[in-house]
């Protein structure tokens, strides 16, 4: 199976740029917009596991965060400061996608889940 994430870097550079004059520029691309919690539900299916969801204090996280920082902890501060996002609930990859800009579709999370850690 070839990798989606080849194939949009690969297309992207035939991608008209809107503004030219402007060196960056982001293209959404997913197989699906999800949340968190459908993230961990669709892993569990695909693994016939139950995750259990907890949702932490924002100000808890970002005390740890900032524990982490000031003792050099640069893995921890990462994982401290992702997980209010992951509590959320907002989607992973930001809407709209630019899908359409492509003439394939990627794998769905669940597809590359099934893949990667399903049931063989």
Known sequence: MESSAAKFL??????PWKDPSNPERTLRVAG????????VDTLGEVQG?????KYLDPGVAHRKEEEAREAGDFGSEMA??????AASGYSIVGTPLDNDLFGF?????????QRVYGKK
């Open 10 to 15: 690969v297309s992207s550079i035939l991608v």
């Open 49 to 53: 596991a139950v995750y259990e969801h």
């Open 32 to 39: 699906d917009a999800m949340t968190w919690r459908q993230l």
């Open 105 to 113: 579709k990627p794998e769905t999370v669940k597809e590359t889940l």
């Open 80 to 85: 401290w400061s992702a997980k209010p996002l």
